[in-house]
């Protein structure tokens, strides 16, 4: 089996945000886009104009409806793609080595050369973010564009992940979840961010900011409204209305 | 093993080449880079598509349809080349042949059409984004019969947003996101400004702005939203005009807004033996009079220094005359708006009402501010700051789709003014060419003259009875009655009463049904069984009854077999296109813009981009406009037309890069040779400024009028009120009250006087046949497909390849369903069997599914067992185009009375649970038709580098 290197130099990850998350799956289309054509080999679809069409994705994005004990459903929309975990069992699984967390950055990645497409590597994963290529055989998994995030090739504002990049509700952000100070750790703590399944002891890079408290305005019947001063009637009929309107317009 | 880890290339070379063009995977238009690779013949392809971060539209970011655009391009449902038909019209049996021939059968049936009679042809267009050239080619034509598709769409949006405030939602306006603080929507398809749309929503939410979603399905935006108001369907204007109540009530109205800004302190004509009882009173200039509230006596509203009094009144020879504001209390103070009275139909209980109302409130006058911007109005006052109140508004289809629609987005704007919040810091902001009043814009024009071009436009807006489009016996000059009795304000036409008109025979037959991407034998008709008959039917003679069959699609769609000649179309990435100041532009609040697609690949199939394909037809027709005095072909193609057609000197399809007396120059200025190139270099696009102090108040600001003129915007400044009140449709009731040479016929005159209410005003939508159909049903667009253009990509259709019914838990429980059982959902029109679904975030009353999922069986080059064509279904069979029969013996649309605009979400449903069909597929299974293109490969290893 594979060991994980003791200590890595950043924690490079993703923190998602779950109240701005609109589910728009523009994430899941640019990676999809971007990995088909670099990193290692293209994200195949099976049956892709047929009756079960199945192909590679890295990143997808799941709903779940929620139904607080008071107040209306909520409808939560949850990407998902691999967490990076620090202790990734993932890799520890790996017969050959092929999958492995980088020292430098801490991205956790599948050398497809050496990849025996055994699948033991996302039976480990309890997180589902690794898929098997139905035409190449190997493990695919997200790279965290590490073909963009150093390219020297992109301007600098592009080296980010594609699904970053694209996001168009700024759901996504990328940096340094070991650095403290770096603007995605400080998201973190600003907005509680949190660890995806943390009894799973994985400890995940990644991050996912929770949605905000929702439906404040919706009160139960009984429960004072602080709002209603501001519709206390100047009139009650057009008269009255129309001699309020007449003195308020002389003070304007 | 200990640890490892190979050497990785980090800087790979991403593409050998990018090309900046358009997206065209909806209405939203975004910029973008396609990364050009050259495969192992060294030929360069497609490689990649990300956002363009300099582009005003999307700065960058791309959503799902935009990234899939690659699968778009190379989908195996492109046509390959023109085709005419062989067998049976809707059979799907089709010949190639040249385009030669193609011309030659086009001109064989349009020219004597042209010669003896051009309303023969009906030219309409689906989800076409050259209006203003396609509108040309058939007003050179000279029939009056064409229009897009906005008529089915979202006129209702459009049309009370420009009668109302001189602009509209759509993409036409936005939020004023850097300042809002509360942003409301209601019923938005996140298909138009989709993109601007949520990097609007990450941008308030950062903020820690807040949104309402008004929506009975909290999906996509609803879901993020703070708040979510799950209506139900039909009744928001209702529900606005509540809150309309309430804040009058309260007095919370920004009274200074309202007086100098809008028509709220014009005089109306309290006459009632006039005939202009009910109009504005006005100068011998045609000036709306107001009562300046300096003197106490009447003046033109523009007057400098003018002081318009909402309260004052004018009594002349024993008649009062109110102002517009005075008839507003009196309305919306009753007590039928009260939160109370409303309630239980709106489905929002009486307090959140008051609760929602009172947050408006508190947001836009306590949360006031300044902006450090000086500024002119139009009546010469200077004003050494922008007062702003950071409460905004979007809505679009959901609120407009329903016979009540015109009134309901009316009475939106309406709430927007009263608060003071249109035009402001904080608000709702136009984009140019808005602001533009309803009288800046062409009124329609159907005068038809054998082999001369129609009289003028065929769009606009009308302002009384004697704009109607109606021949000299009164009848309908247009084939889908638009600008008629029926729906006077249709501004964009009925696409979807034309095959049903063109089949009655009612009002004339015609000759030649024209139509370009418009999936009419399918999910863009109501009626789809219906629609396929009309036609398919042959009359005694055994011809179709509607004779022939012109489309133009680059896909193979649903329509496609019902056509007789077939106009391939190209790809988004194959063609020149402009995104247009004419049309419909891609313009920020901020600045003006326009965008150019121009062929990053050449087409390896033999066809050809529409427009250019319509410049051939032109010439060979010999349209005027597309003919040159020799008689020789005027534009070789749609690039030429793009850089030298001037639509007024100086004025053409592109703003950017043109010749001025100084050199190259944005806005007027003479056709520039080199101007495709210059927009290529630029990324595309062309965006100029508009200069801080103009940027808001545009209606009324005389920096905005003066720079918008010298765009080449207007020709003169156009400062105007907003029209709370809308004489036009008080021109249209006085005209039903008996007044007026035009007269409405009498079985109209009482929906007239009713629902043309100058101020805006809720009803029910007729009910007739809705006995025991009790549940609303409804569609909703995914945010990753447009129309039914996203099942033939084969990344997209793995997102949404099936929509089930989705039912409240409620009306599961009632039905004893459970997730993958069946229902029959009947309307008064039609059944469906389909597979249903639990969705708690739901109005208790409403049930849905996904937009344009379900496909016919041979159609996109799909497997006829794809689940698109087996599971998948669409609401629209239980739609029809009119109203069920009133005993009357004549056709009711099922149209908004005032607009026209197809009411797809007033379809009332009942649900029975049904045992699973025998073949486990959802009815109407209807058998497939012959795909012209064949099917798509079995496996996708797409990599175009090495």
């Known amino acids: 089996m594979t060991q994980l290197p003791t200590h890595t130099e950043k924690k490079l990850g993703l923190v998602i945000d779950l109240d701005t998350c609109v589910g728009c799956h523009a994430c899941v289309i640019s990676c999809k886009g971007w990995n088909t054509e670099n990193y290692g080999a293209p994200l195949s679809d099976q049956d892709p104009y047929g009756a079960d069409p199945s192909g590679t994705f890295l990143n997808r994005v799941h709903s779940y409806e929620v139904q607080p004990a008071q107040g209306d459903a909520q409808l939560i929309h949850f990407p998902k793609s691999c967490l990076h975990c620090e202790d990734a069992p993932c890799v520890t699984v790996c017969p050959t080595g092929a999958s492995y967390k980088r020292v430098e950055d801490g991205i956790v990645l599948v050398n497809e050369s050496d990849c025996i497409g055994c699948g033991l590597c996302a039976w480990a994963c309890p997180y589902g973010a690794r898929e098997m290529d139905a035409a190449e055989g190997v493990m695919k998994k997200c790279t965290l564009c590490v073909d963009r995030i150093y390219n020297e090739n992109l301007p600098e504002v592009d080296r980010e992940p594609s699904c970053v990049r694209t996001c168009p509700s700024n759901a996504r952000h990328f940096g340094d979840l070991g650095d403290p100070n770096s603007d995605v750790s400080k998201l973190v703590a600003e907005r509680g961010g949190m660890d995806l399944m943390p009894e799973q002891g994985t400890k995940p890079v990644n991050q996912y900011l929770p949605p905000r408290l929702k439906d404040r305005l919706a009160q139960d019947e009984d429960q004072i409204d602080i709002l209603a001063p501001y519709l206390a009637p100047v009139a009650t009929e057009t008269k009255g209305f129309l001699s309020w309107l007449d003195k308020t317009l002389e003070k304007l | 093993m200990t640890h490892i880890q190979p050497t990785l290339d980090l800087s790979p070379k991403v593409s050998d080449e990018v090309r900046k063009t358009t997206c065209y995977m909806c209405a939203c238009r975004c910029g973008i880079n396609v990364h050009m690779k050259k495969d192992p013949l060294g030929d360069l392809k497609v490689a990649y598509i990300e956002g363009n971060r300099d582009h005003p539209v999307n700065k960058g970011v791309l959503c799902a349809k935009g990234s899939a655009g690659i699968m778009q391009h190379n989908a195996p449902s492109r046509l390959k080349s023109p085709m005419k038909r062989v067998g049976e019209r809707g059979e799907g049996k089709f010949e190639d042949i040249s385009w030669e021939e193609a011309y030659s059968i086009a001109e064989s049936w349009l020219r004597p059409i042209r010669e003896t009679n051009p309303e023969k042809l009906a030219f309409f267009t689906g989800r076409d984004q050259s209006q203003s050239f396609t509108s040309l080619w058939a007003q050179s034509f000279g029939t009056p019969n064409y229009a897009a598709h906005g008529g089915f769409c979202s006129v209702n949006m459009a049309a009370a947003g420009i009668y109302t405030m001189g602009g509209a939602f759509w ?178 209980s009486a307090k959140r009402i008051r609760t929602l109302a009172a947050e408006l409130a508190r947001v836009a006058f306590d949360e006031a501010f300044e902006l450090e911007h000086e500024w002119t109005d139009f009546r010469g006052e200077h004003h050494t700051s922008m007062t702003g109140r950071p409460v905004s508004f979007h809505a679009m289809r959901g609120i407009s789709a329903h016979a009540n629609g015109f009134q309901t987005c009316r009475a939106l704007h309406t709430l927007q003014i009263i608060l003071g919040t249109v035009e402001v810091p904080g608000g709702f902001r136009f984009k140019p060419p808005y602001p533009k009043p309803a009288t800046a814009h062409p009124k329609p024009h159907c005068k038809v003259t054998p082999n001369a071009p129609l009289d003028g436009p065929h769009l606009g807006f009308v302002h009384g009875p004697d704009d109607l489009a109606l021949k000299e016996d009164g009848s309908p000059a247009r084939i889908d009655k638009a600008f008629t009795w029926e729906n006077p304000m249709s501004s964009h036409g009925l696409m979807h009463m034309v095959i049903s008109n063109a089949y009655a025979g009612d009002p004339y037959k015609i000759d030649t049904l024209f139509m370009y991407m418009a999936n009419m034998s399918w999910n863009s008709s109501m009626n789809t069984t219906g629609v396929q008959d009309m036609l398919t039917d042959k009359d005694e003679s055994g011809e179709y009854v509607i004779p022939r069959i012109i489309y133009s699609d680059a896909y193979s769609s649903e329509m496609v077999a019902y056509a007789d000649l077939i106009l391939p179309d190209t790809t988004y990435l194959e063609r020149h296109d402009c995104i247009s100041l004419l049309d419909r532009p891609i313009c920020e609040a901020d600045a003006v813009a326009d965008a150019i697609r121009w062929p990053v690949v050449e087409p390896d199939r033999n066809v050809k981009g529409f427009q250019s394909a319509l410049c051939d037809l032109g010439a060979r027709l010999g349209l005027p406009a597309f003919t040159n005095v020799d008689g020789s072909q005027k534009y070789a193609d749609y690039a030429d037309y793009i850089v030298n057609h001037e639509r007024r000197p100086g004025v053409g399809p592109l703003a950017g890069w043109r010749m001025g007396e100084n050199g190259l120059q944005g806005g007027r200025g003479s056709p520039n040779e080199s101007q495709l190139d210059n927009y290529i270099e630029n990324g595309g696009f062309f965006v100029e400024h508009i200069p801080d102090g103009a940027n808001y108040y545009k209606p009324w600001n005389a920096d905005y009028q003066d720079w918008a003129v010298k765009m080449g915007l207007y020709d003169s400044p156009q400062p105007y009120l907003f029209s709370l009140y809308s004489e036009p449709m008080r021109k249209f009731q006085l005209a039903a009250e008996g007044h007026g040479e035009r007269q409405p016929p009498d079985h109209l005159r009482a929906r007239i006087k009713e629902k043309m209410s100058p101020l805006p005003i809720w009803y029910e939508t007729d009910q007739q046949g809705n006995e025991g159909f009790t549940v609303t049903a409804l569609t909703q667009r995914p945010m990753a497909m447009y129309h039914s253009w996203g099942s033939q990509n084969a990344w997209l259709r793995q997102l949404h390849g099936c929509n089930p019914m989705y039912l409240p838990s409620n009306l599961m429980r009632e039905h004893d369903l459970s997730d993958g059982d069946w229902a029959e959902i009947t309307s008064p029109h039609g059944a469906i069997t389909v597979p249903v679904m639990e969705m708690a975030a739901l109005n208790a009353n409403t049930i849905w599914t996904w937009n344009a999922i379900g496909k016919r069986k041979g159609a996109w080059a799909l497997d006829e067992k794809a689940p698109e064509a087996t599971k998948g279904f669409l609401l629209n069979h239980l739609i029809h185009e009119l109203l069920p029969p009133k005993g009357d013996g004549l056709r009711w649309a099922n149209s908004d009375p005032i607009t026209g605009q197809a009411a797809w979400f007033d379809l009332k449903v009942a649900i029975k649970k049904v045992a699973a069909p025998a073949d486990a597929q959802s009815q109407p299974n209807m058998p497939p038709i012959n795909s012209p293109v064949g099917k798509g490969p079995s496996e996708l290893k797409w990599k175009v580098g090495q």
């Open chain 2, 171 to 348: 993409e036409f306006g936005q939020p004023d996101w850097d300042h809002t603080k509360l942003f409301m929507l209601f019923g938005v398809a996140e298909d138009h400004d989709s993109n601007p749309i949520k990097m609007g929503i990450g941008k308030i939410k950062k903020r820690g702005a807040r949104i309402i979603g008004v929506n009975p399905i909290r999906t996509g935006y609803n879901a993020v939203a703070d708040d979510w108001v799950g209506i139900t369907p039909g009744t928001d204007g209702l529900f606005i005009l509540s809150m309309i109540h309430c804040l009058m009530k309260a007095g919370k109205i920004d009274l200074h807004y309202l007086a100098q800004y809008t028509d709220a302190a014009v005089l109306i004509n309290g006459d009632e033996k006039s005939p202009e009882f009910g109009l504005k009173l006005r100068d011998d200039n045609g000036k709306e009079l107001v009562i300046d509230r300096n003197t106490g006596k009447p003046a033109p509203f523009d007057k400098k220094g003018v002081k318009p009094d909402l309260a004052a009144t004018m009594r002349v020879a024993g008649v009062t005359h109110r102002p517009v504001f005075h008839q507003m209390a009196d309305m919306y103070l009753d007590e039928q708006y009260a939160p109370e009275a409303v309630a239980d139909r709106c489905g929002i």
